[in-house]
DNA sequence: CATGAATGAGGGTTCATTCAT
DNA sequence: CATGAATGAACCCTCATTCAT
């Protein structure tokens, strides 16, 4: 409900049917609708950042860190489009959520992106990304990017997997062509 | 304020008191909150369309279909960063505007998507972008990743240029070291 | 609790939490809230009835009517100040309360009334009490000063028995100096 | 309203159907229903404290001390039961309104309180109060007995003028009879 | 004897909007 | 050209109460 319609224009109503009870039943599980609201925030955050570090994680020893990266970025669009309104949800709303709230999910944020950082600085270190990319550019592009996607992506564009694919291809590769060489 | 709080935290008591007016005179120029909206929306999209071809067009016409590009990055990011609220209005509260509107707007989108469609094409036609480029996901993944800047870019970042000169530096090269190589 | 944040204020959850036991528990014992307040209303006069009666009643038979009414007044501050909750809460929420209710307690209330009725006539009949004294304006005005004692008596005041015998003494032989006399 | 009904159990619809206005409607005149209470009883406070203040500072200059006192309960019976609901309301909400309002009102009624304190201080120095006499506790009584009023006095009681000779005389002289004499 | 879960009524409050002036 | 006054719809939330367990 809060990625479809956001949170100002979703009322305990709504929820409560969606949930089949009376919207003052929402107060026996959730304090407020602000607490509900943090609780979809953290909820999507955590559910994308176990996907993408699941599907790293899980990886055999051997993988390249260029296969990490395109792993990553397959998991995170997988989760953010097939998976989790939670995500999108969180997208949408959490610009428009109280400060308090901001503020208290800005952690859960960072963990994320941290991790991105993390494997990001790992492959430079191994030579995979070349030594004079701005890596702080790059993670915040390239999330921008993955994150921006579930405004525009519908159910009949490409398999996931193509898009992930083509998307490290392009960054790792680039997409220059021949003709200046 | 639209951009700040958002379309439906915003009252038109906020609105009337940033334009030193009461809130009933807004009804004198605007027949509608929803209107209001509209309004800003365009205004949003025009300026950053305006802000890019103006770029682009008025570039010498030796210019490689690179150059273009990053001018056009430059210029995208020049405004929605630093000149336009109305820009970034756009960006947060498109998703959440009644469906009339957004319907009536996105016409408007596809005229910017349509401008850089044409200028990828173009380069690509001309063997500055790989044959092998998909241009549709190379259009939408470069649009997110400059859009959402409005997110995370603070004044204190690096200076605009440098970042679109990094961001077509790593597009057009690839990131990749040559680790692999 | 009736006491401290008024019948309507006080919801069951508060009185639930005070007992230990969850609000629907409360409904195990009592039927309703009104039934509960009427309880403690009951409990509040009986309380201040009781206290009253045994002061005066255990009195030596020799006791002047002077003696009884100020030991009445002693024993109505005492208990009204330092023993009962439940009479301070009747002051403050028999007002309030359901007409249904008020019109049961009232006979209650009238009792005690009758109570001081009943002593002032007989320390009248005696000649205690001058025959020009209007008992019931008498009657009325000293139980509102009594009754109203529970709004600004602090713990650190006078000792009630003090304050019982100033009182009695300022009724009985006038406030009047000797100036005009 | 607030004096028939208490603060809690008066809904903004009461006021409005009142006012012949809707409810939201009185937000255009008061903030909020808090700030509505913290009026009402500023009214009653400062109804009592200016009707009892214009009636003993118009008295002659060759008054004593006890007709002024005489004249000042005198005006606060005939303000609180005759002209004020205001005052009235005052006394029954007081307690149960909010501890910010309570504090911020606190300040009036001292300054009636110290008026009568200013009062029965001077009539004590010029000696028509008895030196032994405490005048706080006077003062409490006195002011108990005269606010509780409200609580029992009906239209069809004496005139307000009697009641107001017959307690200050009371007061004055006392009630004891001659019979210990 | 008590609770978890839920409800229905209603309360204070907000706000876009209207309209006479 | 603008405002003061008011409205009606709707919202979040509270709370006494119910009831199966």
Request: hydrophobic share 45%; glycine share 6%; no cysteine.
């Amino acid at each position: 409900m809060f990625r479809r319609k956001g949170y100002d224009k979703t009322t305990l109503k709504d929820i409560g049917a969606l949930a089949h009870i009376q919207a003052p039943a929402i107060y026996y599980y959730f304090s407020s609708k602000e607490q509900l609201l943090e609780e979809v925030l953290n909820i999507g955050i955590a559910g994308i950042h176990d996907a993408v570090r699941g599907a790293v994680d899980g990886m055999a020893a051997s993988s390249t860190h260029r296969e990490r990266v395109e792993a990553a970025i397959r998991a995170h669009l997988t989760s953010l489009l097939q998976h989790s309104d939670y995500t999108a949800a969180n997208i949408i709303n959490y610009n428009l959520a109280p400060r308090a709230i901001r503020e208290r999910h800005r952690v859960r944020r960072e963990q994320y992106a941290d991790y991105w950082r993390a494997m990001l600085q790992a492959a430079q270190a191994a030579g995979e990304i070349g030594p004079g990319v701005d890596l702080t550019l790059l993670r915040l592009f390239l999330l921008s990017a993955l994150f921006w996607t579930h405004e525009w992506y519908r159910k009949d564009h490409d398999p996931i997997e193509d898009m992930a694919a083509k998307l490290s291809t392009m960054l790792f590769d680039g997409i220059g062509g021949t003709a200046l060489e």
